[in-house]
């Protein structure tokens, strides 16, 4: 404790200065308190605004797909990467090591699975999120879907209890089989997220893409979908951050990928950077060559 005599008048209050109250960088959020803040900005560069997300959440409906049979051996050597992971519970417990650093968004909602009707799904307990430190909740969402009610509700919920703890949610927009892709059906799905509350938005690359992301008043970042060739994700990825996302959720295109270490540097390069695609896939090649 400092000696009470030796106390010095403070004279430094620079009167002539006002005291900045910076805006917060990502759209949308500037309104949301401090802890929300933190978590956003450490799953966006603040540089660059964007995000690049690993994803290999795809067990829960899947089961051991392509690429994840292993996860300690694919997916662990990817984490130092990438910006954020998305995963579930079981995932980060098993083989996500915990000094690892990187935030995590977590697969909140969880249900049926491919081999019965999608998109029946329930909710964890949020305090099993605040155990996990989670950065963020993912929660899908199946607008025009006939479980639309149940999974908007899920996302409701989600960002009620979540904004008690201070933790964002991702409103994660399902596509099934009788759902179109185009940026009208998308649009909506994206707005209907972001009207519920979610804070950020993960929806699927379609054409006249910009109106779905002009028409979003939160971030949208890109999911990667099925496995394309390796120039064609790193286009998709280019024309979304062109056409105004905040980043991407990939996870088949990089871990399914020949050269996974590779992939997930040029996507990176593209998201961040805005390097276009051609120059990204030499990049992809180069790295590929010397990791042999």
């Given amino acids: 404790m400092p000696d009470v005599d030796d106390l010095k008048e403070g004279k430094q209050y620079y009167t002539d200065k006002p005291q900045k109250g910076e805006g917060f960088f990502l759209k949308g959020s500037n309104n949301l308190e401090w802890g929300m803040k933190d978590r956003l900005a ?56 915990p000094t690892c650093g990187t935030p995590v968004s977590l697969r909140y909602s969880s249900g049926t699975t491919v081999l019965t009707e999608l998109n029946d799904e329930c909710l964890m307990d949020i305090e099993e999120a605040v155990r996990l430190n989670a950065s963020l909740l993912a929660v899908m969402v199946a607008v025009g879907d006939r479980f639309e009610a149940t999974t908007i509700r899920n996302l409701t919920r989600t960002v009620d209890l979540g904004t008690r703890y201070g933790i964002p949610t991702l409103g994660v927009t399902a596509v099934g089989k009788d759902m179109a892709r185009d940026a009208r059906y998308i649009s909506m799905a994206s707005r209907v997220c972001a009207e519920n509350g979610a804070h950020v938005v993960k929806t699927y690359f379609c054409d006249d893409f910009e109106k779905v992301t002009s028409t979003c008043p939160v971030p949208i970042v890109l999911a990667g979908g099925k496995k394309l060739p390796e120039l064609d994700a790193l286009t998709m990825a280019y024309r979304a951050i062109d056409q105004g996302a905040n980043g991407v959720d990939m996870g088949r295109n990089i871990f399914q990928a020949g050269n996974p270490i590779a992939m997930i540097q040029a996507v990176k390069a593209v998201v961040h950077d805005r390097e276009i695609p051609e120059k990204a896939f030499d990049m992809y090649n180069t790295l590929k060559a010397e990791q042999k």
């Fill in 42 to 97: 450490r799953i966006f560069n603040p540089v660059s605004g964007n995000t690049v997300m690993l994803a290999f959440d795809h067990g829960y409906l899947m089961g051991p797909t392509s690429g994840l049979e292993r996860m300690d051996l694919t997916i662990v050597p990817l984490i130092e990467y990438a910006d954020c992971i998305m995963c579930t519970r079981g995932a980060l417990r098993t083989i996500v090591p």
